[in-house]
């Protein structure tokens, strides 16, 4: 499965962006779905996943209750609603893509940048 990313940018602290990962080449069904974020001179780290068939999300606490995580059946795409940002949300944001039941997330996108400012 191809995945692309996109719906970066900048945005002024306290404001909202959504982020969009598109599938290509087949569906996300039995998939888990998740973004990763990477800042400048951190490792990357998970921000949310969500399984496609169940719906079930799960978050990184410092995310919790501002980003949600959801899919598109009709775009085949999985978003992550972004509200209330922070200058430390600031990174590049991947999407990625695991079977349901492994623990590696075999499949990425290409990054997007998420700036945030103060």
């Known amino acids: 499965v191809q995945l692309q990313a996109s719906g970066g940018g900048l945005v002024q602290a306290g404001g909202s962006l959504r982020l969009s990962c598109a599938a290509s080449g087949r569906t996300f069904s039995g998939y888990r779905v998740g973004w990763f974020r990477q800042a400048p001179g951190k490792e990357r780290e998970f921000v949310a996943s969500?399984?496609?068939?169940?719906?079930?999300?799960r978050y990184e606490d410092s995310v919790k209750g501002r980003f949600a995580i959801s899919r598109d059946n009709a775009k085949n795409a999985v978003s992550l609603q972004m509200n209330s940002l922070k200058v430390e949300d600031t990174a590049v944001y991947f999407c990625a893509a695991r079977v349901v039941g492994q623990a590696e997330y075999n499949y990425w996108g290409q990054g997007t940048q998420v700036t945030v400012s103060s």
């Open positions: 969500i399984n496609w068939r169940t719906e079930n999300a």
